[in-house]
T-cell receptor, first 114, second 114 residues
């Protein structure tokens, strides 16, 4: 069974603060794939990152960074120096090996206050 | 670059009516998906297709039907609409195959059943 838990329902930060969004997953597969998507107020889903289970190297892309730790089954997302445009709902998702679909968490709504 | 397109953007149905949500992609992707997003929740898979002529059920298929006669199009049919089908519907596609795992989403269709 695949499951993704995003325990933080809503987070508010003041602009320029750093913020970390938590994602904990469950899977029995040894090979799996993790994703983060952003859903801005306009409603579309924007792909941010894909990570394979056999690659635990952390990734940085501009102000965004991801910390993947298999030991704790977590794939956390950090935004550095947050901006108002970062306000959105962020979803973590999991695809098991051989599966065709993504299992989504319930999302974390981030509000960045100017 | 159209990507994944969905029509209509909004629709209000009366209980018992039927309708078809349209989805098209111009990226020559093999895999296509229909998800629904209920308020405050993550996305749940309704149906998916791995290629023209091939469809399969996801987590929540009841009350829906799909067809995939072409690579480009993947319409979702609602028969006998019910209030429980009030949701935002997202279509997604991916190329498929090793290293092409990322799903790209359409802008969504907001459906209200009254």
């Amino acid at each position: 069974a695949q499951k993704v838990t995003q325990a933080q329902t809503e987070i508010s930060v003041v602009e320029k603060e750093d913020v970390t969004l938590d994602c904990v997953y469950e899977t029995r597969d040894t090979t799996y794939y993790l994703f983060w998507y952003k859903q801005p107020p306009s409603g579309e889903l924007v792909f941010l990152i894909r990570r394979n289970s056999f690659d635990e190297q952390n990734e940085i892309s501009g102000r965004y960074s991801w910390n993947f730790q298999k030991s704790t089954s977590s794939f956390n997302f950090t935004i550095t120096a947050s901006q108002v445009v970062d306000s959105a709902v962020y979803f973590c998702a999991l695809r098991g090996n051989g599966a065709n679909n993504l299992f989504f968490g319930t999302g974390t709504r981030l509000t960045v206050i100017p | 670059n159209a990507g994944v397109t969905q029509t209509p953007k909004f629709r209000i149905l009366k209980i018992g009516q039927s309708m078809t949500l349209q989805c098209a992609q111009d990226m020559n992707h093999n895999y296509m998906y229909w998800y629904r997003q209920d308020p405050g929740m993550g996305l749940k898979l309704i149906y998916y297709s791995v290629g023209a002529g091939i469809t399969d059920k996801g987590e929540v298929p009841n009350g829906y039907n799909v067809s995939r006669s072409t690579t480009e199009d993947f319409p979702l049919r609602l028969e006998l609409a019910a209030p429980s089908q009030t949701s935002v519907y997202f279509c997604a596609s991916k190329l498929g195959g090793l290293g092409t795992d990322t799903q790209y989403f359409g802008p969504g269709t907001r459906l209200t059943v009254l």
